[in-house]
């Protein structure tokens, strides 16, 4: 049977094995004991289920502090208190869904998580923690993990997700009475790390329109001056 099976079939097999905790379920029921030949049969016996099990584990914890919790740790906390589960009960939720397979690499800039974030919102999971979307992308830019390659630029969220972060982080508590309030920031990448001033609403649209190019002679002359005064102080601008 191996010796049958293409290279892409075999990856595919042993990814699916690995990532995906439905296929490990199924995967002896699946065997077409009558196409073994002894020699496989043999291999297949071979595999000890708890050391898979160990090695699928560990593998997971590996996804969920070195690819997740060390970029995004206030969202990772926050999904995990959302959906009471652990790291690997997290990780086997997120690896199973179509979502996982958007990712690039190790998925720097985190589109696949925020397509499992925004499936979960979307479908009703997250009725504590409906601002969890809105922290992750806030994190992915804080921690220069965006996707796209302006910079500087001006970020707008819909919640206060410093204050939602630092709570977290640094409080140790999840909120469950947030309420919409709006934050304005610019945010300029340099190499791995990124700088955060927090805008006034008018001062975003004007800081928005001088990066774009655009005409900003209505707008009130101290508020241009004041806005162009603040993106002189990024390098390169």
């Not at 969890?132 to 970020?155: K, M, S």
Request: with cysteine; proline share 6%.
């Amino acid at each position: 049977m191996l010796a049958r099976m293409s290279l892409t079939a075999m990856y595919s097999a042993l990814y699916a094995l690995f990532y995906k905790d439905k296929a490990r379920r199924a995967f002896p029921a699946a065997l077409p004991a009558h196409e073994l030949r002894d020699a496989e049969a043999a291999e297949l016996r071979a595999i000890d289920p708890a050391r898979l099990e160990a090695v699928v584990a560990l593998h997971q914890a590996d996804l969920a502090h070195q690819w997740y919790a060390g970029r995004v740790p206030a969202t990772w906390l926050a999904l995990r208190v959302a959906l009471d589960t652990d790291d690997h009960g997290l990780v086997a939720s997120f690896t199973g869904s179509d979502a996982f397979e958007l990712r690039v690499n190790d998925d720097a800039d985190g589109r696949a998580l925020h397509a499992f974030v925004d499936a979960l919102a979307q479908a009703g999971h997250l009725p504590d923690a409906p601002w969890l979307p809105e922290l992750l992308r806030y994190e992915l830019v804080l921690n220069a993990q965006w996707i796209g390659v302006d910079t500087p630029r001006i970020e707008e969220f819909a919640w206060d997700v410093p204050g939602i972060r630092e709570s977290l982080l640094k409080r140790s508590t999840f909120p469950t009475d947030e309420e919409p309030w709006r934050y304005s920031a610019i945010f300029h990448r340099e190499g791995a790390e990124t700088l955060e001033a927090q805008l006034e609403h008018d001062e975003a649209r004007v800081a928005r329109a001088l990066l774009a190019g655009d005409d900003v002679s209505r707008e009130p002359p101290r508020l241009v001056k004041r806005c162009k005064a603040l993106l002189r102080e990024i390098p390169g601008w």
